[in-house]
């Protein structure tokens, strides 16, 4: 009877064990299930994105380097943390490595799909409409921030992301009705990925957050605040981007020759 038991006991103990390898790179499948596609079209000849990393690293790890210190902060202060049971188990600080690269992966994704929207979707008639909605949000969630401003999460994302947009405005650029549209068009894949990390496919989730520092409003699973928390975190990735752009795209000059008795620009 005893040999029965300790033999029962070690079966369980091994499929516990076999569970948690199962279970323990969910978060990095997630990882490498966001970046992918877009790293695979980005050879595409038509798109060719990869000639583009030069101006997309800097950006990305500056970006990643302000969101990492970030996270460790509010994982430090228990605003969010994460399941050990879904993770590799090697951490940077207080932050699993998955997390780390979570910061590269989403980026890459998004600013792809950013790129792709400058160079075959027609946005210049949506500045107009972009500004205005650029402001409305300004607005919006700078109330909203200082309604909640006890609710760490939401104050601080939503005052950061207003401080972005504002920004947008003052410098003038050329690039809101794009970044908008992309934000429209990744923001399926947001919730399905965020989705996944907040527990919507699993039994238990895999970022869980402190709803003593949100407003405790769910889109399913998902915190309101990560869709301002995305946006953000896009919007620098995209700035940056696009001002590395300007300072190495090659500028056309145009020469005046004179044909005849009339001047023509080539």
Not at 28 to 41: E, G, K
Not at 93 to 119: D, G, H, Q, S
Not at 195 to 221: C, H, K, M, Q
Request: one cysteine or more.
């Amino acid at each position: 009877m005893f040999w029965h038991v300790a033999v029962s006991g070690q079966v369980s103990e091994r499929r516990n064990e076999k569970k948690l390898m199962d279970t323990r790179y969910t978060y990095t499948l997630i990882d490498i299930a966001c970046i992918i596609v877009p790293f695979i079209a980005s050879f595409w000849p038509r798109i060719q994105f990869y000639r583009q990393w030069r101006n997309f690293l800097l950006p990305c790890l500056l970006t990643a380097l302000f969101f990492i210190g970030w996270d460790m902060a509010f994982t430090a202060r228990g605003i969010w943390g994460f399941n050990p049971r879904y993770i590799s188990g090697v951490y940077l600080v207080n932050l699993p490595v998955e997390e780390i690269a979570f910061f590269i992966c989403i980026p890459y994704a998004c600013v792809f799909t950013y790129y792709c929207v400058r160079k075959f979707l027609p946005t210049d008639g949506l500045e107009r409409l972009a500004g205005y909605v650029v402001w409305i949000l300004v607005i919006l969630l700078t109330s909203a921030a200082i309604c909640n401003i006890a609710r760490l999460y939401t104050s601080v994302t939503l005052l950061l992301l207003a401080a972005a947009l504002l920004l947008t405005r003052v410098f003038q650029v050329n690039y809101t009705a794009p970044f908008m549209v992309m934000y429209v068009m990744v923001f399926l894949p947001f919730l399905l990925s965020n989705g996944a990390l907040t527990g919507s496919f699993t039994d238990e989730p895999i970022v869980w957050y402190n709803n003593n520092f949100n407003l405790s409003v769910r889109l399913s699973t998902i915190p309101v605040e990560d869709c301002f928390y995305a946006m953000l975190m896009m919007l620098m990735n995209v700035a940056g981007f696009e001002y590395l752009r300007s300072k190495t795209t090659p500028v056309k000059h145009s020469h005046m020759v004179l044909i005849g008795d009339e001047h023509h620009f080539v």
